[in-house]
């Protein structure tokens, strides 16, 4: 039996009981570290208090397995009971949905035990979910790439009088030692030059920042025989976190080499709104457009600020993870919660 359980989006506490007993049955547990990120999972002693609280040990399946190696977790299933913990819900990243593929035409057992994610966690902020419209991702830009299609995206529901979500991008810093970008802030910082991504999949970004955990990532297609390709389309990927990105120069030589992630912050994604605005003819929104800034949703330390893109560009969130809302059209109970986080 293959197990895959949702954490949800604060610490260790937030896993379901019937998640938690699944996991305590389990004769081996791996906890997705790629495309999602608990919270207090930057914190040094994340994975030991996980292992505490389930009184299992717990073996971190890092990118390279998840895409890699997942097999040695589908041929143990078979044989025992496994669990794949994944921070938000098992289906908020593509990649838990390619695992239940997998299992399945291997004819294993396969049970989902889900749980919160942003996609559902965001109503915190006041604003329905019914009416919100198509989920944007915004990528880091670079000086060569700087992908704009999430713009339509958000025109089409300002249209429909829908609120838009945008997931915040997360990325790997070059080690090539890439030219820094504007919008260093709180300790997290962008840097130039491409990414690239070590799947080699089409499809423009592949995001890391979370349907999960509220992140998404620009990315490109690797070339293992030298260069890269950017990431096509542009188009906003389903993957939400993306936290272990090789190095363009390491994929060079063939021989991978990690880099530490950068996690946008909503202060950075609004500089780059702002500055893609400026290249569409018609208004999708402007410095005056009323937003929602989320931080670290679903912790004891959650923030939230409404105001003006304009305004929000002057608060300082904290950490990751970060994500926000530009607001639609609004229903008066609507207004009245937002009247609770607004900017004075």
Not at 147 to 167: A, M, Q, V, W
């Amino acid at each position: 039996m293959l197990y895959i359980v949702g954490l949800g989006l604060g610490d260790e506490r937030d896993i379901t009981l019937r998640g938690l007993e699944a996991v305590r049955s389990c004769k081996k547990v791996y906890i997705e570290a790629y495309t999602s990120l608990l919270s207090f999972g930057i914190s040094l002693d994340g994975l030991s208090r996980l292992e505490k609280l389930y009184g299992k040990t717990i073996i971190v399946a890092d990118r390279e397995m998840v895409e890699e190696k997942v097999d040695q977790i589908l041929i143990e299933a078979s044989e025992s009971d496994i669990a794949f913990l994944v921070v938000g819900d098992p289906f908020g990243a593509t990649t838990h949905s390619d695992l239940v593929v997998r299992a399945k035409k291997l004819s294993l057992e396969v049970e989902v035990i889900h749980n919160a994610s942003i996609m559902n966690a965001i109503g915190v902020c006041g604003l329905q979910l019914y009416r919100y419209g198509e989920t944007v991702s915004i990528p880091f830009f670079t000086e060569t790439w700087r992908p704009d299609s999430f713009y339509e995206k958000i025109l089409r529901n300002k249209e429909l009088g829908l609120h838009t979500l945008c997931l915040l991008g997360a990325v790997a810093a070059s080690s090539g030692g890439g030219e820094k970008m504007r919008g260093e802030r709180n300790g997290f910082r962008t840097v130039g030059g491409a990414m690239v991504s070590s799947n080699s999949r089409e499809g423009g970004e592949t995001t890391t920042g979370s349907r999960n955990g509220s992140i998404g990532v620009t990315g490109a297609r690797a070339c293992r025989g030298g260069g890269a390709v950017a990431g096509g389309s542009g188009k906003a990927g389903a993957d939400d976190i993306r936290v272990k990105e090789p190095s363009i120069e390491s994929l060079c030589r063939g021989k991978k080499c990690f880099e530490p992630p950068k996690f946008m912050t909503i202060n950075t994604a609004i500089e780059q709104l702002l500055e893609v605005k400026e290249a569409h003819r018609i208004s999708a929104y402007d410095e005056n457009s009323r937003c929602v800034g989320l931080a670290r949703v679903g912790s004891v330390d959650q923030m939230i600020v409404a105001g003006s893109m304009k305004d929000l560009l002057n608060v300082d969130f904290g950490a990751p993870l970060h994500c926000f809302v530009i607001v639609g059209d609004t229903h008066p109970v609507e207004e009245e919660m937002l009247e609770f986080y607004t900017l004075k």
